[in-house]
């Protein structure tokens, strides 16, 4: 409990030059029980149904509705004490919130020849904390020989910034940095790593990342005893949601790189760090692209089973 703590230390109840010579009755008042409470509760509603839509000379063109409604109420809620900072040792601050979010979705499975067929997707979500997305998708697959199927995809995405990330209170966190500055101000080098005051806060004003993402393919059947596939695919993601420790915010500010709105380094008179606010913010892009190859094989042994192998290789 550090009021106790800094009440004892002040008047000398308890002696910091002999730490283990502490009355355990003194050791004891300055303690404190903490606790914490969390819950996540989601209520959903939703359905679908499945139909067809009309005939085509290849076929049945298919489709699919459906419809979700989602209320999700969050809370990790912390002791008093910890709450108004009374507790020394301790990390982390209460988060709580909720969210309502209502979907709709389709698809169309069209069979545009014997061996082609086309299917086109597309989802709308309703969030009332920060708007609404609709993200679609479109896949082809194409088996030109009984042996052989081609596919690819195309499709967008998003995701929504999730509750804790928006709605935190207010947490201390002592972390440690090198800063110049600080040193200066103690008369210490200037490469002394130093513990400073962080506090990690909320960003209401996080927006959800967006993805697109394509991709293309091979699967090969070339006897009833194996099988391979072969996938490239290549995903994009903007407005990635990352977090901003204390020393990145250190790097972003003495290079003049972008900062979070609310986010940053607060320095005193004498240069000397007083606090970092710390937390989640919107920056940037990820590109990422690959290569995934598999192959299968099954070997009957007549009454003895079988031997299945696998081969998985991604780049």
Known sequence: ?????TQYFADGTYDVFDPDGNDPDVLADMRTTVNRNGQDVNDYIYGNARMDLFSMAAGVVQGFLGFEY???????LYDQQSVTG???GSAGNSAFGTRETKSLFGEVLVPILDNLELDVAVRYDDYDDFGSATSPKASIRFQPL??????????EGFRAPPLPFLNAEEA???????????????GLDPDTSI???????????????????????LALAPADWVNLTLDYYSIDV??????????????????GGPIPPGLGVIRNADGSIQRINTGYGNEGEVKTDGIDFNVRTDFT??????ISNQLQIGY
């Open 146 to 155: 009984d042996i052989l199927t081609l596919r690819a995809s195309y499709g």
């Open 195 to 217: 513990q400073i005051n962080a506090f990690r806060i909320a960003n209401p004003d996080l927006e959800p990342e967006d993805s697109t993402q394509f991709s293309f393919g």
């Open 86 to 88: 009374n507790v020394g």
């Open 172 to 186: 201390f966190s002592a972390d440690t940095v090198v800063d110049p500055q600080t040193a200066a101000a103690f």
């Open 301 to 306: 042994l007549g009454g003895f089973g079988v």
């Open 238 to 255: 903007e407005n990635q949601i990352a977090f901003f420790g204390s020393s990145t915010l250190l790097g972003r500010e003495m290079n």
């Open 1 to 5: 409990s550090i009021p106790v703590a």
């Open 70 to 76: 989602r209320e999700e109420d969050y809370e990790d």
